[in-house]
């Protein structure tokens, strides 16, 4: 399923990707294994089956909408390029303004309905609507309008132009495509029957507990999926992931947390990693007080030691991520994104105390041991300050696209993959969650994300570099750990966009 060449992969997942390839352990050797189960553990359960509700993402629930729904396509983690699955093609013919993609012929679904472009149509509009409630709503609004050619073939126009659209698919839930009256039907539906044309078929759900799938008789591209069943189970703790992997109750993990990726290389598993620029940051609302005073953003920049954050959060095994970009990018620049000085942090807060505005925040956080151990850290650095009040309130990750799309929070965390930088900090785009809206940082993505040289490209991200270092709308904390590991009787771990599991690639040795 591997085309020629590179197609509109876009330069900045070639370039800043990578790293796809096995950790300490090895696989089992020879032709894949017909035959079998495996069984997965994510973080959590999904809120809802329906593709606008899943998250693309590594120890989210990746795996669990590429079992139902499939993919349209993928990226090599290491060259970017570009495997079509039940797409055939994705096209511009005008520097990213318009696409046309075309599905493959004979597409069906589980129950043996044809999958068609009004299909794909259709469920680009549900997360696009405010109603669903999507964290990829921001990604679809981007869209201006869709049309259905043909049962084959969808055009597409964007609302800006982007070379890189092709991420735009497979990097979130655009890439899985449900039957649309499992949508209509309502959440008891689709949670109960979902249909898609994916690899597998949900046999049982038990919430909090395991997901259940068995092989799609019917899936288009045989002899995948190589297993019968597969299991998807729910354990929220890392490192119980982690033991439970090595004591053999389960066959495969997907991570985001350091600590257990190195963990898992120690103990001689496989490991599958995804290496992106960008990185972990405390998102700061810059729509409201106290974040709307870059002073306050500064402040609180200022003030916070990330390498002691690394200590808590990864045990010292992460990355903390000074640059935007890593040094092996050609878009590397050498300009910081933060700078630990108390004493320039102490001077600011006395400067907002003195106008009446102390600085008082409430910083959301996910119900996990990795963002207890964070919002502890920044606790204890902030207290050795005087001026500065910090609260925090828990959610479920099921929560966050609520959350986003209210405005609802002071600070909270967000991965900003290198990828997504236009997307999450572009004035008007629909995943800037914190707001910022500077006229030169807009010009700049806008510039990097229309370009097709590389040096062009990098000239405008030195220029988003700069505004990020000057106006701190975000903090990055941490690198990005997008990961799978398992033992080595399991074959077949790929990942694709931000560490999302090839599941019909898996087979297990007997």
């Known amino acids: ?7 509109l992969a876009g330069l900045l997942t070639l370039t800043a990707c990578g790293g796809g390839g096995a950790g300490a352990g090895v696989g089992p050797s020879g032709d894949p294994v017909q035959g079998g189960s495996a069984r997965i553990l994510i973080q959590d359960d999904p809120r809802s089956l329906d593709p606008a509700m899943l998250s693309n993402e590594a120890a989210f629930t990746a795996s669990v909408g590429n079992a139902l729904y499939g993919q349209l396509i993928v990226n090599d983690q290491d060259t970017g390029e570009i495997s079509y699955l039940l797409a055939q093609d994705l096209t511009s013919k005008d520097a990213g303004e318009t696409f046309t993609l075309t599905l493959k012929e004979g597409l069906e679904y589980s129950d043996g309905s044809p999958l068609t472009a009004d299909d794909v149509k259709f469920n680009w509009e549900h997360i696009a609507d405010p109603a669903a409630a999507s964290s990829y709503a921001g990604n679809a609004r981007e869209i201006e309008s869709l049309k259905a050619v043909d049962d084959r073939t969808l055009t597409i126009k964007l609302r800006n132009p982007n070379t890189q659209f092709a991420s735009e698919i497979y990097e979130t839930s655009l890439n899985w495509i449900a039957k649309p009256e499992t949508i209509q039907a309502g959440p008891e539906e689709i949670n109960s029957r979902p249909i898609g044309a994916g690899p597998f078929v949900l046999t049982e759900w038990r919430r909090q507990d395991a997901m259940v799938f068995s092989r799609n008789k019917s899936y288009f591209d045989k002899p995948r999926p190589y297993l019968d069943t597969l299991e998807i189970g729910m354990v929220q703790d890392e490192e119980q992931r982690l033991n439970t992997v090595v004591s053999g109750g389960a066959d495969l993990a997907q991570e985001t947390q350091f600590p257990a990726i190195s963990g898992a290389e120690q103990q001689g598993l496989q490991v599958a990693r995804t290496s992106m620029g960008g990185g972990v940051a405390l998102v700061l609302n810059n729509d409201k007080a106290p974040f709307d005073d870059v002073r306050a953003r500064k402040a609180l920049s200022y003030g916070l030691d990330l390498n002691l954050i690394n200590d808590a959060v990864n045990d010292g095994t992460g990355t903390v991520p000074n640059t935007l970009f890593p040094k092996n990018s050609p878009f590397f620049q050498d300009i910081p994104l933060h700078r630990h000085d108390p004493d320039r942090a102490q001077a600011l807060l006395d400067e907002l105390a003195a106008e009446g ?3 008082d925040f409430t910083m959301t956080i996910y119900s996990s041991p990795a963002a207890q151990r964070l919002a502890q850290s920044m606790q204890t650095q902030l207290s050795a300050l005087k001026g500065v009040t910090m609260k925090t309130r828990a959610i479920e990750i099921a929560e966050t696209g609520q959350v986003l799309a209210a ?4 600070i909270l965390t967000s991965s900003i993959p290198d990828t997504a930088l236009w997307l999450r900090l572009r004035g008007e785009a629909g995943n800037n969650y914190s707001g910022v809206d500077d006229p030169q940082l807009n010009q700049a993505l806008d510039a990097a994300r229309r370009a097709t040289d590389q040096d062009e490209v990098a000239a405008k991200y030195k220029t988003v570099q700069q505004r990020l270092s ?11 750990a997008m990961a799978a590991y398992g033992n080595t009787d399991v074959g077949g771990i790929e990942l694709y966009g931000k560490g999302s599991p090839r599941v019909d690639m898996l087979w297990t040795q007997p």
Do not use: N, Q, R, S
Not at 1 to 7: E, H, I, P, R, S
Not at 470 to 480: A, D, M, N, Q, S
């Open 1 to 7: 399923m591997k085309t020629t060449a590179v197609v």
């Open 407 to 410: 405005g609802d929070f002071d």
């Open 470 to 480: 000057e106006l701190t709308p975000v903090i990055f904390y941490t690198g990005l």
């Open 357 to 359: 505005k102390p600085l």
